[in-house]
């Protein structure tokens, strides 16, 4: 399976700023996927990021409030724009599970103040 | 549309009883099922995974989950429950959606563990 590495593992935002969160795996993968897990919630797409091309965002979510960058088949970054105490939450990325294996960063814990 | 149903929002067991987590899916072909555990503060992992073949799959610390087609469930099995085992269980269906494949989890299970 593919080791996937996220940063950072958590931080504490002022609102209206905006926070960067970096994905990278060990493998060149085609589709990385981002999820958001809200408190006490389960697990919910964000968006779909191939390279070479614009990220496919699940209904509910777009582009300039979750900004997704896929500069390489190893690396993305999501971004968490204008921030609200309703993004407090863990961000998590993940490979195509049918070719990569079955795993999730550790995720990234977001509280906005 | 998929979906996955997990009926129960929290459930409590003693430590050395049998366990059983329900899940149920919906999704109009053969779907791939999946369940994780999700620790407090942790991040997610995968217990086991059914693709195909032998619906009784086991998978690690013990688990073991069966595919019944019939009634489109994929039910998580423990023997016997250890205290460590108190955590955040997730069903999952791997479905292909627009020629992309992805996760859509259930709401989650949380268990815990009564000395």
């Known amino acids: 399976s593919a080791v996937i590495s996220q940063k950072p593992s958590r931080d504490i935002c002022q609102r209206g700023t905006s926070l960067t969160i970096q994905c990278q795996v060990d493998?060149?993968?085609?589709?990385m996927f981002w999820y958001r897990q809200q408190p006490g919630q389960s697990l919910t797409l964000i968006a779909t990021?191939?390279?070479?091309?614009?990220?496919?965002?699940e209904s509910g979510f777009v582009i300039d409030k979750f900004p997704i960058s896929r500069p390489n088949l190893t690396f993305s970054t999501l971004t968490v724009s204008n921030m609200s105490p309703e993004d407090s939450s863990i961000y998590l990325c993940?490979?195509?599970?049918?070719?990569?294996?079955?795993?999730f960063g550790s995720g990234t814990r977001l509280t906005v103040v | 549309a998929q979906s996955v149903t997990q009926p129960d929002i929290h459930i409590t067991v003693s430590e050395g009883a049998s366990l059983e987590l329900r899940c149920n899916y919906s999704?109009?072909?053969?779907?791939?099922l999946f369940w994780y555990v999700q620790s407090p503060g942790q991040g997610l992992q995968l217990l086991l995974k059914?693709?195909?073949?032998?619906?009784l799959v086991q998978g690690i610390k013990g688990f073991e989950a069966e595919f019944k087609r019939s009634q489109s469930s994929f039910n998580l099995r423990k023997p016997s429950v250890h205290w460590s085992d108190a955590a955040e269980y997730f069903c999952?269906?791997?479905?292909?959606?627009?020629?992309?494949?992805?996760?859509?989890f259930g709401t989650g299970t949380r268990l815990k563990v009564l000395a």
């Open positions: 999704y109009g072909a053969t779907p791939y």
């Open positions: 993940s490979v195509d599970p049918t070719e990569y294996g079955y795993t």
């Open positions: 999952a269906v791997g479905a292909l959606t627009s020629g992309t494949y992805k996760y859509i």
């Open positions: 493998s060149q993968v085609t589709m």
């Open positions: 059914y693709f195909s073949g032998d619906t």
């Open positions: 990021a191939n390279q070479g091309s614009e990220a496919t965002y």
